[in-house]
């Protein structure tokens, strides 16, 4: 199946409060908003210079009675959305939404064999993201799978959109896997705690001031907690839940690292993966 380009294109939202939601990403973040049309049920962007960066939805009531949480979702991209679909079914995973025409093109809503959700999308309406934008403030800069089970979890995706893995010794643990997508980089993956939900992808956005923007979350309701160790890339990274409970990450600089002594584990999330990745020091 050819599915190019087979990287996260797209971002979105599922909540139960758009209101709140949008107006707490506004401040942490320091994304805009706009609606894009007036579809049942309403759909809103948030963007970022004038460049679209993810969707705002309401939870269906459908979805909440099944028992559905906010949630971040991932879309990839693929060249055609009904033909992926049937690959992932017969990969073991799960079809929630059948191929459909949306307003922001034509997408699917699926989960991996071990529930962990995402999506795919062709005939993309919105702007997609690009591996490259990554690097800029306010866009999605890494993607992380919580996985139940590492190995198979991996050959499901790496079946499906042709990811491989990436040749990581000299920056991640062994726990932890980098996978790409051509030439380049996109998500990492490592077993999830027994503590921690059901399997699930996270989202890391961009901030300039990871200090600042940890302050903005507590300051409008969210939950944080922050790794004390800085990334080789002189990143630093926390884990999240905004205040109707979606889980995300942030990413940025430091300002304040002398000031601010962070916790490591909050609510099952605990310092794996890319979190226990610190910058070479050197030896003494």
Same mark, same amino acid.
């Given at each position: 199946?050819?599915t190019k380009?087979?990287?996260?294109?797209?971002?979105?939202?599922?909540?139960?409060?758009?209101?709140a939601?949008?107006?707490?990403y506004?401040d942490?973040?320091?994304w805009g908003t706009?609606?894009v049309?007036p579809?049942r049920?309403p759909y809103?962007?948030f963007?970022?210079?004038?460049?679209?960066?993810a +969707?705002?939805?309401?939870?269906?009531?459908? +979805?909440?009675k099944?028992?559905?949480?906010?949630?971040?979702?991932?879309?990839?991209?693929?060249?055609? &959305?009904?033909? @992926?679909?049937?690959?992932?079914?017969?990969? =073991?995973?799960?079809?929630?939404?059948p191929?459909?025409?949306?307003?922001?093109g034509?997408?699917?809503?699926? @989960?991996?064999?071990y529930?962990?959700?995402?999506?795919?999308?062709?005939?993309?309406q919105?702007?997609?993201q690009?591996?490259v934008?990554g690097?800029?403030p =306010?866009?999605i800069?890494?993607?992380?799978?919580?996985?139940?089970?590492?190995k198979r979890?991996?050959? /499901?995706?790496s079946?499906?959109?042709?990811w491989q893995?990436?040749?990581?010794?000299?920056?991640f643990?062994?726990?932890?896997?980098?996978?790409?997508?051509?030439e380049? &980089?996109?998500? =990492?993956?490592?077993?999830?705690?027994?503590?921690?939900?059901?399997?699930?992808w996270l989202?890391y956005?961009?901030?300039?001031?990871?200090?600042a923007?940890a302050e903005?979350?507590?300051? %409008?309701?969210g939950?944080?907690?922050?790794n004390?160790?800085e990334?080789p890339s002189g990143?630093?990274? %926390?884990?999240?839940?905004?205040?109707q =409970? @979606?889980a /995300? @990450?942030?990413q +940025?600089?430091?300002k304040?690292?002398?000031?601010?002594g962070?916790?490591?584990?909050?609510q099952?999330f605990?310092s794996?993966?890319?979190?226990?990745?610190?910058k070479?020091?050197?030896?003494?």
């Open positions: 199946m050819n380009p087979a990287y996260f294109t797209w971002y979105e939202l599922i909540t139960t409060d758009v209101t939601a949008a107006a707490f506004c942490v973040v320091g706009k609606a049309s579809s049920p809103r962007l963007t970022m210079d004038d460049v679209s960066t +969707g705002l939805m309401e939870l269906p009531e459908e +979805g909440r099944m028992g559905a949480t906010p949630r971040w979702m991932g879309y990839v991209g693929v060249s055609d &959305v009904p033909v @992926a679909a049937d690959q992932i079914r017969r990969l =073991g995973g799960v079809i929630y939404v191929p459909t025409d949306t307003d922001i034509r997408i699917s809503v699926v @989960a991996d064999p529930s962990a959700t995402f999506g795919v999308i062709d005939r993309q919105t702007t997609s690009q591996p934008d690097r800029k =306010g866009r800069g890494w993607h992380e799978l919580f996985a139940a089970d590492l979890e991996v050959a /499901f995706y079946e499906l959109f042709g893995k990436v040749d990581t010794r000299n920056h643990t062994d726990a932890y896997l980098a996978l790409s997508a051509g380049h &980089v996109i998500a =990492g993956a490592f077993t999830k705690g027994p503590a921690e939900p059901d399997p699930f989202f956005f961009n901030v300039e001031d990871l200090d923007a903005r979350v507590r300051e %409008a309701g939950l944080i907690s922050c004390d160790e990334l990143l630093w990274v %926390a884990h999240c839940s905004d205040p =409970g @979606a /995300f @990450a942030l +940025g600089k430091r304040n690292a002398n000031k601010v962070w916790s490591t584990e909050w099952g605990s794996q993966g890319q979190l226990v990745t610190p070479a020091r050197p030896k003494n």
